[in-house]
């Protein structure tokens, strides 16, 4: 609904386990003072003072403490009622759901608690982090690039008081998905302050509660909240005014995408594309180079002319008399852009996806001792985490940035060819045998060089017919590394997406990978019906968890994979053109779809990749047209779970998706995109791929 809504998170406590006599054993990261209380304030403010707000609480407390006590009186009042009293990643994640599904058109967003920087990145312990050794985080560029994605609050404003404790390796941490394209004005606070002073004290002032003192006077429009200019003007001389200053104070204006703790103008999308246009980089090249560049004062377009003009060392040599730090830091990020930029496009022509990239990079960060995999969202991101901060010799005398890279390009000519993608792994095997700098440690690297293994799949057997208000689960398996082993655990009877949540949530425990989550369904339960895939939290209104919003899921038609059965259902036809859609999609080009409705294909014309319905097929008046296309043997299919409205923008959006997308790797595109893109409604996936029957011989009997 519209108007304001405020997420307060405080993590005051952390993981932690019961002595032999049932007692909490205390986490070092707990707070020696609660942090809570001031957050709190903020809450009790805004329940007496403005009303009409909406509210989502992450409140870590003690329990039997006189904060708990507070946060009991106020649990009717908030969206996320069940789980108000936790700040773990899981309850985290659905709070963001609950602001999604509550769609303000005001975000306010109070945090306190314990954060970490890494290079360029600012990390948020949530609550499951279990010592100093274990933390466990929220990447907040992540958070901030969620929140601006979809249908996004126009407005945020948001207070992050956590500590800013300089680490040598990135955490273990969770990064969100986001498509980050949303028109939304993003004012966001970091002050690394709460964690030295709140352990010796809650009553030292703090950038929350001076927030809090900005906030009480201003006038507040019930739809848009705060003025944010005023907010501003306000509390700028209040931080400067505090005896003991934050140790880093920082602050956005506007894009979400800038921090800054000087009156520096963040670079627009305008100015990207131009200095792009200008200078031939990749965005994010050029991002790492502006953020190292501009706090000398220069502007972006000086620094893309340096670029272009070849004169960015004698700027960065006369740079080091003013500012010796800034320079050198610059020539680092200069360095490593050098080093990954010719390597772009040949790693590009391999024609790997994300999926894949993020496979390989799981190897490459188990070899680094944080073993943190890298947030990225193309393969430029992915090239300069390999290279950064790789500096000096390993042991055995190779460059570590050489030796990083390479690893990169062997483990993607491997994979390429796997794929059958054997030109463009040729051209680049030759390209770096050919490089004097590489060519020679080539050999040293391949042999030792393994595959990343491949994500593991829960398959999930469905019971129900026609009159079934409720499927159940009937069976289950996990498949990795090729080996298929059957499920033992059974959770409660109950609701299917809560069953499916419990199940997926012990199994995934322990997996590096995101589970691929594959549900085998009779016909009368295929169409995958809305509230089969996920579950509804507590509180008022009722929020909604979508499971595919979270987990890779696609759907498979079971009566098809018994041998009694198929041939009764023309597995003929789907195993035939299963080939010839796999045989196009090895060939390469862009994916491309047809309706059922569409005009007939000829003869000679070769299948359409994808067969999209443009209605809900578990409306009574469309289910002969279904099952129709589902006796034509398509083994990849998508449709709505609600109408779609009108069918041509619907049409034209799920072609241009699909066009961007590998055939491979739909269910992890699908699941990004329910996540993210409001442009397309809730889709359904069908992925029915003969070559893989978890049925084939068990000598397993239907009990559908």
């Known amino acids: 609904m519209p108007g304001v809504l405020a997420w307060i998170v405080a993590v005051e406590r952390h993981y932690s386990r019961l002595d032999r006599e049932g007692r909490r054993i205390p986490n070092p990261l707990d707070f020696e003072a609660p942090i809570s209380r001031r957050a709190l304030d903020w809450v009790e403010w805004l329940v007496a003072e403005r009303p009409g707000t909406q509210l989502v609480l992450n409140l870590a407390l003690d329990e039997g403490s006189a904060e708990r006590e507070r946060l009991e009186k106020l649990r009717g009042r908030v969206l996320n009622a069940a789980s108000a009293h936790l700040a773990d990643a899981s309850a985290l994640d659905d709070a963001v759901d609950c602001i999604e599904a509550a769609a303000p058109d005001t975000l306010l967003i109070v945090w306190r608690g314990h954060g970490v920087i890494h290079g360029r990145e600012r990390y948020l312990l949530h609550a499951g982090s279990r010592g100093y050794e274990g933390p466990r985080t929220w990447d907040l560029d992540s958070l901030l690039k969620r929140l ?16 800013a404790d300089v680490v040598a390796q990135a955490p273990q941490t969770e990064t969100l998905a986001g498509t980050g394209d949303a028109t939304c004005d993003q004012f966001y606070y970091f002050a690394a302050s709460v964690a030295a002073q709140a352990s010796m004290s809650d009553e030292l002032p703090t950038l929350t509660s001076v927030a809090l003192e900005a906030m009480m006077p201003l006038a507040w429009d019930p739809a848009r909240g705060p003025s944010r200019d005023e907010l501003h ?7 400067k005014a505090l005896d003991s200053r934050p140790v880093a104070w920082h602050w956005t204006q506007g894009s979400g995408e800038s921090w800054s703790g000087a009156a520096v103008d963040a670079l627009s999308v305008a100015d990207l594309r131009r200095c792009l246009r200008r200078t031939g980089l990749p965005g994010a090249f050029f991002e790492r180079l502006w953020h190292d560049f501009r706090p000398i004062g220069l502007t972006s377009t000086k620094l893309a002319t340096a670029i272009l003009n070849g004169t960015l060392p004698t700027l960065v040599d006369d740079w080091r008399a003013r500012a010796p730090d800034h320079a050198d830091l610059f020539q680092e990020s200069w360095n490593d852009v050098s080093r990954v930029m010719p390597w772009v496009a040949p790693l590009y022509r391999l ?5 894949h990239w993020a496979g390989i990079a799981q190897v490459l960060a188990a070899e680094r001792a944080s073993g943190a995999t890298p947030r990225f969202t193309d393969l430029a991101e992915l090239l300069l985490w390999v290279v950064e901060g790789m500096y000096g010799p390993g042991a055995d005398g190779m460059p570590r940035a050489e030796r990083a890279l390479l690893t990169l390009m062997v483990l993607a000519l491997k994979e390429a060819r796997r794929l059958g993608g054997g030109t463009g792994a040729d051209a680049l095997e030759g390209a770096l045998r050919a490089d004097a700098a590489l060519g020679p440690r080539l050999a040293a690297i391949g042999p030792q060089a393994a595959l990343p293994p491949r994500p593991p799949v829960l398959i999930v057997m469905l019971r129900g017919g026609e009159s079934t208000r409720e499927p159940s689960i009937e069976r289950w398996w996990v498949q990795s590394n090729g080996v298929l082993e059957p499920g033992t655990y059974m959770p409660a009877p109950g609701r299917l997406g809560q069953s499916l949540a419990r199940l997926i949530e012990s199994v995934q425990k322990g997996q590096v990978r995101l589970l691929r989550v594959e549900l085998l369904a009779p016909r009368p339960l295929l169409w995958g019906r809305f509230d089969w895939r996920g579950y509804q939290l507590g509180g008022t209104p009722k929020v ?9 899921m696609y759907w498979r038609w079971s009566e098809r994979l018994h041998e009694r059965q198929a041939e009764e259902l023309q597995a003929g036809y789907w195993r035939v053109k299963s080939r010839e859609v796999l045989d196009r999609a090895r060939s390469g080009g862009t994916l491309e779809c047809r309706f059922d409705d569409d005009a007939p294909l000829t003869v000679a014309a070769p299948p359409a990749h994808v067969l999209a319905l443009a209605y809900p097929p578990q409306v009574p008046a469309n289910r002969g047209r279904f099952v129709q296309a589902l006796l034509e043997g398509h083994p990849y299919m998508l449709w709505p779970s609600t109408a779609p409205g009108e069918g041509e923008p619907f049409r034209a959006a799920l072609r241009d998706w699909l066009a961007r997308q590998r055939l491979d790797e739909l269910p992890e595109a699908l699941c990004l995109a329910l996540k993210g893109d409001r442009l397309l409604p809730p889709l359904v996936l069908l992925l029915d791929d003969p070559g893989s029957n978890p049925l084939e011989g068990t000598g397993y009997k239907s009990m559908n």
């Open 148 to 163: 601006r994605s979809g249908q996004a609050p126009t407005l945020q404003i948001g207070f992050i008081d956590a500590c």
């Open 233 to 239: 003007a306000r509390l700028m001389p209040l931080m």
């Open 351 to 355: 024609g790997l996806g994300l999926t």
């Open 544 to 552: 909604w968890v979508a499971l595919d919003k979270r987990y890779p």
